[in-house]
């Protein structure tokens, strides 16, 4: 009987070994789908935040405004919302370093690197992006 529960035990084993091995990549492969919406969604904000921008300049004689606040407050509204306020937005913090009335620049961080997304996204004055791997802080 000692040999068969042996094998019981080593069958026992190969069996949560593979089963482990499978809910790993079953983990990470939903990992890499979430990380590539959150970051399609990221630079796809971006964009939209950067045209609301270039808009309003064209409306207000070339000046840009100092939040994305009144880009939400007029009337029809250039933002459907403020992504700086209500940051984080789908796994991704929204700033805006810079807004002066001749140029901006406005950044969506992964709020968690590596887990959340893996690239930084920066729109800059004229609608220019520009994209960095984040860098996990341990």
Do not use: W
């Not at 405004?65 to 029809?76: A, F, G, I, K, Y």
């Amino acid at each position: 009987m000692g040999a068969r529960s042996g094998r019981s035990f080593v069958t026992i084993m190969i069996v949560i070994a593979v089963s482990a091995l499978l809910v790993k990549t079953t983990v990470e492969q939903i990992i890499r789908f979430s990380i590539s919406q959150n970051e399609a969604d990221a630079l796809a904000t971006l964009k939209l935040v950067s045209a609301a921008l270039e808009n309003y300049a064209k409306d207000h004689l070339g000046a840009y405004p100092s939040s994305l606040q009144p880009l939400t407050e007029t009337s029809p509204a250039y933002l459907d919302r403020d992504y700086v306020k209500e940051s984080p937005v789908k796994g991704y913090i929204y700033t805006c370093a810079r807004m002066e009335s001749g140029s901006y620049s406005c950044s969506a961080v992964p709020e968690k690197c590596k887990l959340t997304g893996e690239k930084i996204y920066t729109v800059s004055t004229g609608g220019a992006l520009l994209s960095e791997e984040c860098v996990k802080k341990d």
